[in-house]
């Protein structure tokens, strides 16, 4: 099999140590695919993949070992599962095949997140005159009982109305955009807080519908994901 015609999201190619040109088998690069970014959570684990290639850019079929080289994470020597360990912290992992080892990736890890929850009301009215909503806030809770957890990343998504283009857009989030990925704070919510906004000049719809998403490393959705913001536009 040729890993140039593979359709890989998000990797991470590691070379080769410069003063080794191949194993026995001929292996001469290590290629990891990681997500990215590079982040689990406390507690989560997920699978690591590589492949040993040769020069001819074709893998080879030999046993790829891992290994953690600190303790904020810990990795299964054979399979790949990484798991992380300390919350807050980074961790190192590489990977050999024989005497050719890939270069370390580091991974953050993460405090764990078990819900999202809509703080602000799901249904809110824009008066006529008025250019916003009311914050459109969201929170991320964890750990029992349920807390705050800062440094984790909400989605604001305009899922309606749906539009031809961006520039055919009637409404938009805070920051002229229909998507927004924002950071938590201690609180748990972000900040800047989001908002819908009309668009100055351009008739508004008469409602518009805001989803609201968070995702653990690997694509994961928290609990409470896709909830959504029914926002009411008057006009005269």
């Given at each position: 099999m040729?890993?140039?015609?593979?359709?890989?999201?998000?990797?991470?190619?590691?070379?080769?140590?410069?003063?080794?040109?191949?194993?026995?088998?001929?292996?001469?690069?290590?290629?990891?695919f990681?997500?990215?970014?590079?982040?689990?959570?406390?507690?989560?684990?997920?699978?690591?993949?590589?492949?040993?290639?040769?020069?001819?850019?074709?893998?080879?079929?030999?046993?790829?070992?891992?290994?953690?080289?600190?303790t904020?994470?810990?990795?299964?020597?054979?399979?790949?599962?990484?798991?992380?360990?300390?919350?807050?912290?980074?961790?190192?992992?590489?990977?050999?095949?024989?005497?050719?080892?890939?270069?370390?990736?580091?991974?953050?890890?993460?405090?764990?997140?078990?819900?999202?929850?809509?703080?602000?009301?799901?249904?809110?009215t824009?008066?006529?005159?008025?250019?916003?909503?009311?914050?459109l806030?969201?929170?991320?809770?964890?750990?029992?009982?349920?807390?705050?957890?800062?440094?984790?990343?909400?989605?604001?998504?305009?899922?309606?109305?749906?539009?031809?283009?961006?520039?055919?857009?009637?409404?938009?989030?805070?920051?002229?955009v229909?998507?927004?990925?924002?950071?938590?704070?201690s609180?748990?919510?972000?900040?800047?807080?989001?908002?819908?906004?009309?668009?100055?000049?351009?008739?508004?719809?008469?409602?518009?519908?805001?989803?609201?998403?968070?995702?653990?490393?690997?694509?994961?959705?928290?609990?409470?994901?896709?909830?959504?913001?029914?926002?009411?536009?008057?006009?005269?």
């Amino acid at each position: 099999m040729n890993v140039r015609g593979l359709g890989w999201i998000a990797v991470l190619a590691a070379a080769a140590c410069s003063n080794i040109t191949a194993t026995d088998e001929g292996v001469t690069t290590l290629i990891l695919f990681i997500p990215q970014p590079a982040e689990v959570e406390a507690g989560q684990t997920l699978q690591l993949h590589g492949a040993a290639v040769n020069a001819d850019g074709d893998t080879v079929a030999v046993p790829i070992i891992w290994r953690a080289l600190d303790t904020t994470i810990s990795v299964d020597s054979l399979e790949g599962l990484l798991t992380g360990v300390i919350a807050g912290e980074s961790g190192w992992v590489i990977a050999r095949t024989g005497t050719l080892f890939s270069d370390s990736v580091r991974f953050e890890v993460l405090p764990p997140v078990d819900s999202l929850v809509l703080v602000a009301p799901s249904l809110l009215t824009v008066a006529i005159g008025e250019d916003s909503s009311a914050e459109l806030t969201a929170r991320l809770d964890g750990g029992d009982p349920p807390a705050p957890v800062a440094g984790r990343r909400i989605v604001y998504s305009v899922i309606e109305p749906v539009f031809a283009s961006f520039d055919a857009r009637t409404v938009e989030l805070s920051g002229a955009v229909l998507v927004r990925s924002t950071t938590t704070t201690s609180a748990g919510t972000t900040l800047p807080a989001i908002r819908l906004l009309r668009r100055s000049g351009i008739p508004s719809p008469d409602s518009a519908i805001v989803e609201v998403s968070a995702y653990r490393p690997g694509g994961t959705a928290v609990p409470g994901s896709g909830q959504r913001f029914v926002v009411r536009f008057e006009n005269p």
